[in-house]
């Protein structure tokens, strides 16, 4: 017996045992041997023992053994990206697993094929009686591109297509997928109110976070052995942008995923797509080719730090260099946050070490979490060179003999002075620190940005141009549930237009009883 065929024999101990309530058991050593599924595997995994390199892939992601045998019984091939999606969607199988699955960032992934996949050919080829929510953008050509994906993808299951219905049901478990459509948001209403086994929305980011919320919210089951789930497929841009970004790719990248897993594709990762599309992809301008072909996150239409690099500025556990100036920002808030950022320059750059971030807060609370911030490095107030803060807090509040925030502040034993607050200026000189690392010339960033600043982290990429006055940013206000907001950006702004002055400093000692004290 051949190594090949031994390892296919064997492999039913490499995968979960089913969970299927549907009798469906082809041979899987039968299937892989067929000259259709054989010519797919070698498309995609190479002429060389492709069977086992597709299993071996299959295993590495969790893709159970049953799955394996609907998709190649139903004619489909999972390409690796695919399977690594597949083996996502699975996990929503576990008491502890997740319940939403994204896969995306840029175009051509096949990602499209992946859902339809998972939905019809796995999920609704196990459970009888499911009934789920496939969500597309425009009626026409999401039901004609439907149409078109169903072809491809579902040439192996025995289904009825209703196109004037948008319904589909799987001959043999009465499982359903109704194609739901919509031009505006408000569309979205007639599928609201009813129970959804699962939902699959294609282009997530189209639709804003409290839209994409109200459709959260229908998907719920009664049927004994089923979790409910949610499939999204995206591209970076978009109305939801930024809550996509916010639920998947931060945790994706910090690896910290709960209840969502994020799969990230390109169109490297199809091998099926013709070669000039990805000529189409390497001749789009600007920002749209960061988004559409490299899946970019970092990138926005109407972006105003488009130059703006998550690798080359984000830095773990950033530290005061000893020896160097110090000095701190604050953009005052209750309704909106107060915020405050630490800064350090080194070796002409300019760091943002830390950060505080605090809605509804009163000043003696915020002057308490800012002391907290600073003694995480060691440093107390009188170690700053300055404290920056924005002109209102300067300002008196309906009659002259109360009490201005500044001289609250100093009642706390924090002595503000007045930031810079050119708007233009701020922005262009953030802008210039910034650099451009992917340009061809490679200008290298001027500032660095500690991990720990995650408001800062999150608002610079998104904000955007003013309209009105294209060389200064757009005003953005935090929404009632302190997402969001450009008070993170204003503190920045305010401490990167002190450092011009910074730069000439008295003589700097250190403690000898503590390193990190600066005197």
Not at 36 to 52: D, E, M, R, S, V
Not at 61 to 73: C, I, N, Q, S, T
Not at 158 to 170: A, K, Q
Not at 355 to 381: C, D, F, P, T, Y
Request: with cysteine; aromatic share 8%; hydrophobic share 35%.
């Amino acid at each position: 017996m051949s190594l090949r065929d031994s390892l296919i024999q064997d492999v039913s101990s490499w995968f979960q045992p089913p969970t299927t309530e549907v009798e469906h058991d082809p041979d899987l050593a039968v299937l892989i041997e067929s000259p259709t599924i054989q010519w797919a595997l070698q498309k995609i995994y190479g002429p060389n023992n492709p069977g086992i390199i597709f299993l071996q892939t299959a295993r590495l992601y969790g893709v159970p053994e049953d799955a394996l045998k609907r998709f190649l019984a139903a004619g489909y091939v999972p390409q690796p990206k695919q399977l690594e999606f597949h083996g996502a969607a699975r996990s929503c199988d576990k008491p502890d697993g997740p319940n939403r699955i994204g896969i995306g960032g840029a175009r051509g992934g096949a990602k499209s094929h992946g859902v339809l996949a998972q939905m019809v050919i796995d999920d609704c080829q196990r459970m009888r009686g499911l009934k789920y929510l496939f969500l597309r953008k425009v009626l026409k050509a999401a039901r004609e591109s439907f149409d078109d994906l169903r072809r491809k993808v579902l040439m192996g299951v025995e289904h009825d297509y209703s196109r004037t219905e948008g319904l589909l049901v799987v001959t043999r478990t009465d499982s359903r997928v109704i194609l739901g459509h919509y031009r505006n948001e408000s569309d979205i209403d007639a599928y609201l109110g009813i129970e959804y086994d699962g939902v699959g929305v294609e282009e997530s980011t189209q639709l804003s976070e409290g839209k994409r919320s109200d459709i959260s919210s229908c998907v719920r089951t009664s049927k004994p052995g089923w979790r409910p789930r949610e499939y999204d497929t995206t591209n970076p841009g978009g109305i939801g942008h930024q809550w996509f970004k916010r639920h998947f790719i931060e945790p994706h990248r910090k690896k910290t995923e709960t209840s969502t897993r994020f799969i990230p594709s390109t169109h490297k990762d199809n091998v099926f797509l013709n070669p000039e599309y990805s000529k189409t992809l390497d001749g789009l301008p600007g920002w749209k080719r960061r988004a559409w072909r490299d899946g970019d996150w970092e990138i926005a239409a109407g972006q105003f730090f488009s130059t703006w690099h998550h690798e080359s500025i984000v830095k773990q556990n950033l530290r005061v260099i000893p020896g160097t100036p110090v000095w701190c920002s604050l953009d005052y808030g209750f309704q909106h946050p107060t915020v405050c950022h630490l800064f350090n320059e080194h070796d002409g750059k300019i760091r943002i070490i830390d950060e505080w971030w605090k809605q509804k807060a009163l000043v003696a609370q915020n002057a308490a979490g800012i002391k907290a911030m600073l003694s995480r490095h060691g440093l107390e107030i009188e170690d700053l060179t300055v404290f920056v803060a924005g002109h209102d807090v300067f300002a008196t509040r309906g009659n002259a003999s109360e009490k201005t925030i500044a001289k609250e502040y100093e009642d706390e034993g924090i002595e503000l002075t007045r930031a810079n607050i050119d708007r233009v200026n701020g922005a262009s000189r953030l802008l210039k620190l910034l650099g451009d690392p992917l340009a061809d010339e490679n200008v290298e960033p001027e500032i660095e940005i500690s991990d720990r600043c995650v408001r800062l982290i999150e608002c610079l990429p998104q904000m955007q141009h003013d309209p009105h006055r294209p060389e200064d940013v757009l005003k953005v206000n935090v929404d009632e549930d302190g997402n969001g907001g450009d008070d993170p950006y204003d503190s920045a702004r305010y401490g990167v237009m002190k450092t011009h002055e910074l730069l000439i400093v008295p003589p700097i000692t250190i403690s000898q009883d503590n390193p990190w004290l600066i005197s």
